[in-house]
């Protein structure tokens, strides 16, 4: 039998990280407090889900001062959104193979 998952990346298993990807494939940067809003999470739970990614080279994290407030921003890299449309791929692949 064909193992019609095996191209799926773990790394996308989690909603949260599946979210996290999905609005930085469609957005340059966007800022921890923008992020976390949009996917109505905790501060903690973003921070180790992006953590997870940023340990994946996946995504990047800018930390700076705007005056003397600090401020976050997280972008995808190419390897990030090379990684997400493979599985994206995998999944339309999926969706195909077992309709």
Known sequence: ?????????????SRI????????MVNESIDFANLKEMLDIT????????SALEKLEYVSVNK???GKK???????TALGKS???EHLNALESLIKKTN
Do not use: C, W
């Not at 600090?70 to 995808?76: D, G, K, R, S, V």
């Open 1 to 13: 039998m064909k193992n019609y998952i095996e191209h799926l990346n773990k790394a996308f298993e």
């Open 64 to 66: 700076q001062f705007i």
């Open 70 to 76: 600090p401020n976050t921003t997280y972008a995808a």
């Open 83 to 85: 990684a997400f449309m």
């Open 43 to 50: 501060d903690g739970n973003l921070a180790s889900h992006v």
């Open 17 to 24: 990280r599946l979210g996290i990807m999905s609005i930085l």
